[in-house]
């Protein structure tokens, strides 16, 4: 496989040898490279997501000699997501990890948002995440372990320009991973945050495009400089950057880590506004 697996097998021995894992917005970006990521570390995995372009990214997998199914489906629908809950269960015998990573652009602002874009956005960013593992968790709990990893965004922590719907969903996805975390931790499952800087994927290119976020105005390969040139680090984010730390709190490396937000964002959350910025 090639992003990130750079032709290679599935790993015996990987960080996720055995596990059997559920990836939600798996046909592009961010989930894409962590499906094929954490089947290059011996996971079985379950790729989901409303686009059909999800079954490309399971055949990859099973390409490159892993093991991999598809499933296309409306995460945000509740049957339709306990039905990918159950198509896992059903193929792998259990589940050991979900990461939930679907999402969309959600440009606007307070006055401006239509309740009808509203109800949109937070159905994709913070509805589906919650169904996406809503159905894991009783048989994780039988089982007495599991992680999740609720994929949010740097824009749930502090504010960017023109994305009033979308923040306030990845603002609840933090707050849900946290309290699902101490509701469960006495079942051996943790529960994580992943909160990504500006990932150049098709996601940021349809904020973007409509005229939200720090690059709207410009085209996509000038407000990718522009943004770029007020993060520590002077460049955006790798979407295999981001699938590894994922990759690392659903492994047994994070063990003892859960009800945390982990920003893989290049510094910006560090760091205070240059003048002119």
Same mark, same amino acid.
């Given at each position: 496989?090639?992003?990130?697996?750079?032709?290679?097998?599935?790993?015996?021995?990987?960080?996720?040898?055995?596990?059997?894992?559920?990836?939600?917005?798996?046909?592009?970006?961010?989930? $894409?490279?962590?499906?094929?990521?954490?089947?290059?570390?011996?996971? $079985? @995995?379950?790729?989901?997501?409303?686009?059909?372009?999800?079954?490309?990214?399971?055949?990859?997998?099973?390409?490159?000699?892993?093991?991999?199914?598809?499933?296309?489906?409306?995460?945000?629908?509740?049957? +339709?997501? $306990?039905?990918?809950?159950?198509?896992?269960?059903?193929?792998?015998?259990?589940?050991?990890?979900?990461?939930?990573?679907?999402?969309?652009?959600?440009?606007?602002?307070?006055?401006?948002?239509?309740?009808?874009?509203?109800?949109?956005?937070?159905?994709?960013?913070?509805? &589906?995440?919650?169904?996406?593992?809503?159905?894991?968790?009783?048989?994780?709990?039988?089982?007495?372990?599991?992680?999740? @990893?609720? +994929?949010?965004? @740097?824009?749930?922590?502090?504010?960017?320009?023109?994305?009033?719907?979308?923040?306030?969903?990845?603002?609840?996805?933090?707050?849900?991973?946290? +309290?699902?975390?101490?509701?469960?931790?006495?079942?051996?499952?943790?529960?994580?945050?992943?909160?990504?800087?500006?990932?150049?994927?098709?996601?940021?290119?349809?904020?973007?495009?409509?005229?939200?976020?720090?690059?709207?105005?410009?085209?996509?390969?000038?407000?990718?400089?522009?943004?770029?040139?007020?993060?520590?680090?002077?460049?955006?984010?790798?979407?295999?950057?981001?699938?590894?730390?994922?990759?690392?709190?659903?492994?047994?490396? &994070? $063990?003892?880590?859960?009800?945390?937000?982990?920003?893989?964002?290049?510094?910006?959350?560090?760091?205070?506004?240059?003048?002119?910025?």
């Amino acid at each position: 496989m090639d992003d990130p697996g750079n032709g290679r097998a599935p790993a015996a021995a990987g960080r996720l040898a055995g596990k059997a894992t559920v990836v939600t917005g798996a046909a592009s970006g961010i989930g $894409r490279a962590a499906a094929l990521l954490f089947a290059r570390e011996g996971a $079985r @995995v379950l790729c989901a997501d409303l686009d059909p372009a999800v079954g490309a990214t399971a055949a990859r997998i099973r390409d490159a000699g892993g093991t991999a199914v598809a499933e296309t489906a409306d995460l945000a629908d509740a049957e +339709q997501a $306990r039905a990918v809950t159950d198509r896992a269960a059903d193929e792998f015998g259990r589940i050991d990890a979900v990461y939930a990573c679907a999402g969309i652009a959600g440009p606007g602002t307070a006055a401006d948002t239509e309740l009808a874009d509203w109800d949109r956005v937070v159905s994709v960013n913070l509805t &589906s995440k919650w169904l996406s593992f809503r159905w894991a968790l009783p048989r994780m709990v039988e089982q007495g372990s599991g992680a999740i @990893v609720v +994929q949010a965004s @740097v824009g749930g922590l502090r504010g960017v320009p023109g994305i009033f719907p979308y923040a306030a969903a990845k603002g609840g996805c933090i707050a849900m991973a946290r +309290q699902a975390a101490v509701d469960y931790g006495p079942h051996g499952i943790r529960v994580n945050v992943v909160a990504p800087g500006t990932v150049p994927t098709p996601l940021v290119r349809d904020t973007y495009a409509a005229g939200a976020g720090s690059g709207a105005g410009t085209d996509f390969a000038t407000a990718v400089d522009r943004v770029a040139s007020v993060y520590p680090a002077r460049r955006l984010g790798t979407e295999e950057e981001v699938a590894a730390m994922a990759l690392h709190l659903c492994s047994d490396e &994070s $063990r003892w880590t859960t009800g945390q937000v982990f920003t893989v964002d290049g510094g910006i959350t560090a760091a205070l506004p240059r003048p002119g910025d």
